[in-house]
């Protein structure tokens, strides 16, 4: 049948259109409904929440740290390292201090006293290392640095347990700021559904983020699993990373099991971080808590002498 030239031309405009609008979506990514707009103009404020909450926190409970394998080399030793009877992060604005006990690892018997204990510090002077070899003796200084000495073994180390522990609760990991991701631009949300998970109903997102220029580490995609009734508080993500913008890495995560207390906030029980490695293995970190409480702490338990230490005198400048 011979079609007429109008004919011909409508369907030429309408095929053309709908390989616009099917364009339009592709790079839209999600459709643009309501669950979209509320997670847009909801979740960053929702998560700047949980973090000013955070900022006065206190969290006791034992960690656990596994490795089955290693993600660089297929026949590396496989381990469970665990702190049972003592891990308890302070945190008090810019001012961290985290405890730990004995250590005790699968491949060989314990090597410390049941009263053995370490404490990083960061206060506004100074970070620092304290040790004590049994219940009841002193501590020893370990190591102290003033100003800003960011590559300091206290520095790093209490700034990773915030990082693994703490911070993933309110959409910021490793190496970015959901938040900030979203107000950068290029952070695209392909899929957004409603996801029922007891009596909650939770919200789930896959997202796909691009900043061209920036190097490093950067985050390349994702799925969120977000509490909408919780501030938004992250319950599961997992992150897939670039290196550079090239070379793609495996994915790592978090599961956060927790209760809303009476403020609607989130107190979490149990936290779970996890990195798969390129031969299928997997490291996992674990923190079961005992107690997660928004609290303030006494400026003071920031410093040596809170420990029965003499505060360290801060050391002259050089000479110009």
């Not at 309501?34 to 979740?43: N, T």
């Not at 308890?88 to 810019?94: E, F, V």
């Not at 522990?165 to 490793?174: E, N, Q």
Request: with cysteine.
């Amino acid at each position: 049948m011979r079609v007429p030239a109008s004919s011909g031309t409508l369907l030429v405009r309408l095929f053309g259109a709908a390989i616009l609008t099917l364009a339009s979506f592709l790079q839209a990514g999600a459709d643009d409904g309501p669950l979209l707009k509320r997670f847009q103009a909801e979740a960053p404020a929702g998560w700047a929440r949980i973090a000013d909450r955070c900022s006065k926190l206190v969290v006791i409970g034992s960690n656990t740290d596994r490795r089955a394998g290693n993600s660089l080399q297929v026949d590396a030793p496989k381990f469970t390292l665990r702190i049972k009877d003592l891990y308890c992060l302070r945190i008090s604005g810019a001012r961290l201090s985290y405890e730990f006990g004995p250590i005790s690892l699968d491949l060989a018997p314990p090597k410390r006293d049941p009263g053995y204990s370490y404490i990083y510090g960061l206060n506004e002077d100074y970070s620092f290392g304290l040790e004590r070899a049994e219940r009841g003796a002193n501590y020893r200084v370990d190591g102290v640095t003033f100003g800003p000495g960011p590559t300091d073994d206290a520095r790093r180390n209490l700034e990773f347990e915030k990082a693994l522990f703490v911070s993933p609760l309110a959409g910021r990991f490793y190496h970015d700021d959901a938040a900030e991701m979203m107000k950068r631009g290029g952070f695209r949300v392909m899929k957004i559904d409603q996801v029922a998970s007891g009596d909650r109903q939770l919200v789930q997102i896959e997202f796909t983020y691009d900043e061209p220029g920036k190097v490093g580490v950067r985050p390349h995609s994702g799925r969120l699993l977000l509490d909408p009734d919780c501030h938004w508080a992250v319950k599961e993500a997992e992150i897939t990373i670039t290196r550079d913008g090239k070379t793609l890495m495996r994915p790592y995560g978090w599961t956060i099991d927790y209760e809303r207390d009476k403020d609607g906030f989130p107190e979490v029980k149990r936290v779970v971080e996890y990195r798969n490695g390129p031969y299928g293995t997997i490291d996992q970190h674990i923190l079961d808590v005992k107690k997660w409480s928004y609290e303030d702490t006494d400026a003071k338990q920031f410093r040596v002498s809170a420990f029965g230490v003499a505060e360290p005198e801060r050391p002259a400048p050089p000479p110009r």
